[in-house]
């Protein structure tokens, strides 16, 4: 039975020598290889400002939140910590340390509720 069903495939072009099929790496072919590349991981600033941009598009952060936040994070003044305190943010926007201290709260809940439904937090990230 073997024997015949080998002669069988033998008759439709089936060569038992030669592998089923070709290995190849898209690595090797130019058209492909971009498609292998790694993707490039952003950096926290950039992935914050990303979600920044998408928040306030979709209307879940409105602008002053958005300023503050971004005052704070990539604005010149720098405190301590490597971020713009809250008195330095409201010597530029012109309102009291302890008004933007709420203000900033409240940037900070609606930015950690935006970012539950950011579609790009499953990105890869680096670090």
């Known amino acids: 039975m073997r024997e015949t069903q080998r002669a069988a495939q033998r008759d439709f072009g089936v060569d038992h020598g030669q592998a089923a099929a070709d290995i190849v790496s898209i690595d090797d072919d130019e058209m492909h290889r971009p498609m292998a590349a790694a993707l490039a991981e952003m950096d926290a600033s950039e992935e914050l400002l990303e979600l920044l941009s998408w928040a306030v598009e ?65 990105l890869p990230r680096a670090g």
């Open 58 to 122: 979709e209307s879940r952060l409105d602008d002053h939140s958005a300023a503050i936040l971004i005052t704070r994070y990539f604005g010149d003044p720098v405190g301590r910590d490597g971020v713009a305190t809250d008195r330095q943010i409201g010597t530029l926007i012109g309102l009291s340390q302890p008004t933007i201290t709420r203000h900033r709260r409240r940037a900070f809940e609606q930015l950690a509720e935006a970012a539950a439904e950011y579609p790009g937090r499953d």
